[in-house]
């Protein structure tokens, strides 16, 4: 596509549901990144995938959280459980293959809002 | 661990009127930078990057930013401002002991013009 589309754009959900969040990334990018932006924070790094290889998942805040990515395609990021605490805007990037002096081509967001 | 300060939460200005947003960083290895930009409802968007080399880099709409070592900073410029430029700016860093997949974000600089 012409660039990295998530959805949904937003989403309210109750303390204690799960959501799924999805990333659709620029067609033919390996790598796909996950970050939250909370208000009046900067991006703070989630998750990375990088084509077959073991994703990083240092940067999950807890085992609430988790991500999977179908080949080099579509990710889903679940959040079990979810608490105030984790209302945020969820961005999603992708770049060509991962190389750090790429750049990452950010999608405009899903934000979450729990209740 | 890796992390950048922008110290300006906002910057008011003048249009056309020059403008300076802060950006220190902690590593004192070698380092990737970036400043992404952030337009009302819309998506990141890379404004320019530093990679090696000269350490003054010129990016998109008339932005440049000079890489500073000995001071580990990164401030992006502009000599003259125009109305459309209100967004919010971040600037990242990858490298040091995060590694250079990770983007490590500010909390970013919000830049308002008003005429």
């Known amino acids: 596509g012409a660039g990295v589309s998530q959805s949904p754009s937003n989403k309210v959900t109750e303390k204690g549901k799960d959501v799924e969040l999805r990333c659709d990334p620029i067609?033919?990018?390996?790598?796909l990144y996950w970050y939250r932006q909370r208000l009046g924070q900067g991006l703070e790094f989630l998750i990375y995938?990088?084509?077959?290889?073991?994703?990083?998942k240092s940067g999950l805040p807890s085992d609430r959280f988790s991500a999977e990515r179908t080949g080099e395609s579509v990710s889903t990021l679940t959040i079990q459980r979810t608490q105030q605490e984790d209302s945020a805007v969820y961005l999603c990037?992708?770049?060509?293959?991962?190389?750090?002096?790429?750049?990452?081509?950010f999608g405009p967001g899903t934000r979450l809002l729990v209740l | 661990a890796q992390s950048v300060t922008q110290l300006d939460s906002q910057v008011p200005v003048f249009e056309e009127a020059p403008v300076e947003l802060r950006c220190n960083y902690s590593?004192?290895?070698?380092?990737?930078l970036f400043w992404y930009v952030q337009y009302p409802n819309q998506g990141l968007q890379l404004l320019l990057k530093?990679?090696?080399?000269?350490?003054l880099v010129k990016g998109i709409n008339g932005f440049e930013a000079e890489f500073n070592k000995s001071q580990t900073s990164f401030h992006l410029r502009k000599p003259s401002v125009h109305i459309s430029d209100t967004a919010e700016y971040f600037c990242?860093?990858?490298?040091?002991?995060?590694?250079?997949?990770?983007?490590?974000f500010g909390t970013g600089t919000r830049l308002l013009v008003s005429p």
């Open positions: 990037a992708s770049s060509l293959s991962g190389g750090g002096q790429e750049t990452q081509y």
């Open positions: 067609s033919g990018h390996t790598a």
């Open positions: 995938f990088q084509g077959n290889s073991a994703p990083d």
């Open positions: 590593s004192s290895v070698s380092v990737y």
């Open positions: 530093y990679l090696s080399g000269s350490t």
């Open positions: 990242a860093v990858s490298g040091g002991n995060t590694g250079f997949q990770k983007l490590v």
